[in-house]
Structures are given as C-alpha cells and as structure tokens.
C-alpha cells in the first residue's frame, strides 16, 4: 500500500472527528473523548505537533493517523488508527513501517506498542511491522464502560531485522482448511454465543483439561484473544462449520506445547447435532496435516479411557495409541484420572 506521512492541517479536521467518532476506534482508544468534536480534533493538532496524518499520496486524502510519546531516554511509545473506509488495505502497516524507520533513523532504541489482547487486527499490524511480543500487562487500561483490560506489549529496537517479525504459527493457507465437507476457520469474537453454548454441555465441560468460568462474556472475551494466541504461537483456534452452510459444528485447536520437540497437541468439541457424522475425524485430519506441513515432527492428542467415542476420532484420523498416562488428567472433585496418548508422526517426505 503507498501512503505518505504529513503534519496535520486544519482542513484534516472532519477527516478525524469521523475516525475518532467510529465505534472500532472508540473501543479500541477508550482515552479519546466520546462524542469526539471539532474542538476535540483542533486539540490534538495543538497538543501532538509530532503526529502526523497518513495520506494517499495521489489525492493527499485523510487515510489515518500515526503518533508517538517519548517515554524516557531513547524509548516512544507509537499509536496509530485508520479510517474506516481505508482499513485492510494495508494503511497501518506501511505507515507503521514507514514512522518507525524515521524514528530509528532519528537515534531512538526502543518503540513499543500497547494493544488490547482482544485487538487481532492491531496486534497483526505490530507482527507486519516487525514488533516482537513482548507479554501481557494484566488489567493495565480502562475499557471505554469503565472496566480493566489486558493489554499486549510489543516492541522494535533499533537494529532488529526490517520486514515482518516471524511467526511459529502461520496463517491457515488463504484463511480457511477445508475437505469439502467441513472448514475450519480461525475463532473470532462472533463466534462467542455458539462456542458458549458449546462449552457449557456438561460432557464438554467435563471433558475439558482448563476449566475455566463458563459465563458468555467471558467465553466471547476468550473468543476475542484467540488471534492474539494465535500470533503469540501459543495455540491455532477454529470453529468447525459444515462447508456447504457454514452450520456451526464445533470446535478443535492445535495446542503449541512443546516447541523444542516440534510437537503440537489437538483437542475438540462438537455440538450434539453434529457427533455420530464423521466430522470430529474430517477437522483432525485436517488440522493434523495442517500441522506437518507448517513443521511438526509429531502431532499428539489425549482422551480419558472411558472416551471411545473421541479414541475412535483419533484412530480414525490416523493416529495411534501410544500408551496410558497415570493419572495426567484432572478428573471430577479433585480427582486424577489416566490419559490414553495418542500420537500421529509427520509422514516420511516421499
Ligand atoms: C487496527 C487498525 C489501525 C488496522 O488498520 P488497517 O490499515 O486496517 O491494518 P492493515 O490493513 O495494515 O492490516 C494489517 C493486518 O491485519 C489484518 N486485519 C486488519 N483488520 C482486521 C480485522 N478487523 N480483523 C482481522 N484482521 C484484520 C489485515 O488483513 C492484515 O493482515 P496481513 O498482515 O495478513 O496482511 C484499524 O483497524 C483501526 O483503526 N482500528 C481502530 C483503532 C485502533 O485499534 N488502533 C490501534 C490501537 S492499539
């Protein structure tokens, strides 16, 4: 995307009270004013000279905004947002670039960003322009309805490499891994009320190793993390949707747990519609050899010996048992129970 990176002028004024006013950039910035005003856009100009406006080159039209704050000797903080109708298209990203370069050119060492966990399309901005995560700062910023959020560190330091920062779990091969029976896509935040729903069926929730408080909002904040979990390359969340309507199945995720060994675990849920059909075994398989080709050597899952029903998923989609686990699994009450490993290797290269 070409942009280029002016001072802002008067006449920029409508050009941000509009993305000021816009609910994505209201949630996201909750220490703007709300409703933003005229007044309010002439007070940044005054009070953020350093801040520049990020135009098309060929019209000069508003496209966004990107600003830093010193923060000690040799450290900024940067901020940036873009207008709604010029969003993924590229705009944050190569304005990001393009200040940050100016900023190590100038003798700065460190730019950092703060960005909500629930904020996927700004962390894939740090990641595009080469940040590093760097960790959670717990309840570090109000929410706009005056709660606390999570906010996710990122950071460049003079001299880290240009381009973008790398990555151990890529993105789905063009968003999506499908057999043409069932697809697996990345969870969102929409995805909060089905994944819910899902989540609080006793047999799931029972089954499940993290319990963790089933209540909506809690699930949906879960569902909004997922991207940031994703690009930390902690774990690859999907939905599982019927291909053909998009019918909510269920879900299953590739657990990152050991990288040294280059060995990811899986683990999945379906709706009661939609057991007995052969589905849970299709989204295995996809997601398992999903799994060999971004690298690992083996791909691992685990059920509790009353379990066929999962056991037979996983036989189904190539897997074998490797043996039982004493007591690996928490069960009911305070209670331990056995685990029955199951492991698939990375096909030998043909
Ligand atoms: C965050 C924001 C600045 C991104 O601007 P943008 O110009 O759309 O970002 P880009 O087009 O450079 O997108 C970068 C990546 O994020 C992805 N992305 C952007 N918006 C996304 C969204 N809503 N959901 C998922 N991915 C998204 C893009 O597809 C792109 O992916 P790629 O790296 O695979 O190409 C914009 O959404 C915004 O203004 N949000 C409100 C203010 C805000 O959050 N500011 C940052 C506060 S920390």
Request: aromatic letters at 8%; glycine letters at 10%.
């Amino acid at each position: 995307m070409n942009i280029a990176l002016r001072p802002w002028r008067e006449d920029d004024t409508d050009a941000v009270v509009e993305a000021c006013s816009d609910p994505v950039t209201a949630r996201f910035m909750p220490f703007l004013p709300q409703p933003y005003t005229r007044e309010d856009a002439m007070a940044f100009f005054r009070h953020k000279p350093g801040d520049l406006a990020v135009v098309d080159p060929a019209t000069d039209g508003v496209l966004g905004a990107v600003g830093s704050t010193p923060r000690g000797e040799g450290i900024a903080e940067v901020g940036y947002w873009v207008m709604p109708a010029a969003r993924r298209k590229g705009v944050a990203s190569a304005a990001l670039e393009g200040f940050a370069t100016r900023l190590f050119e100038s003798g700065l060492q460190r730019l950092y960003l703060v960005t909500a966990l629930t904020n996927g399309a700004s962390q894939r901005v740090a990641v595009a322009g080469g940040f590093v995560r760097e960790g959670v700062a717990r309840g570090s910023s109000r929410t706009r309805d005056g709660g606390w959020q999570d906010m996710v560190v990122w950071a460049r330091l003079a001299g880290d490499p240009a381009g973008p920062s790398a990555r151990v779990l890529p993105d789905l091969p063009g968003g999506a891994l499908t057999d043409g029976v069932v697809t697996l896509r990345p969870i969102v935040e929409e995805d909060g009320p089905s994944t819910y729903q899902m989540r609080s069926l006793p047999d799931v929730s029972g089954r499940s190793v993290v319990s963790t408080p089933m209540d909506p909002a809690v699930v949906t904040r879960q569902c909004a993390e997922s991207a940031s979990k994703w690009l930390a390359g902690q774990r690859a969340e999907t939905t599982i949707r019927d291909a053909t309507d998009s019918t909510y199945l269920g879900e299953i995720a590739l657990f990152y747990s050991e990288p040294a060994l280059r060995e990811a675990m899986i683990g999945y849920s379906l709706t009661p519609e939609a057991r007995g059909k052969g589905y849970a075994a299709r989204a295995a398989r996809l997601i398992t050899d999903w799994g060999f080709e971004i690298g690992m050597a083996r791909m691992i899952a685990g059920t509790a010996p009353d379990n066929i029903a999962s056991q037979r998923v996983l036989e189904a989609a190539g897997y074998h048992r490797e043996g039982l686990q004493r007591s690996r699994l928490p069960g009911p009450d305070g209670t331990r129970i056995d685990n029955v490993q199951f492991a698939k290797l990375r096909p030998a290269a043909t």
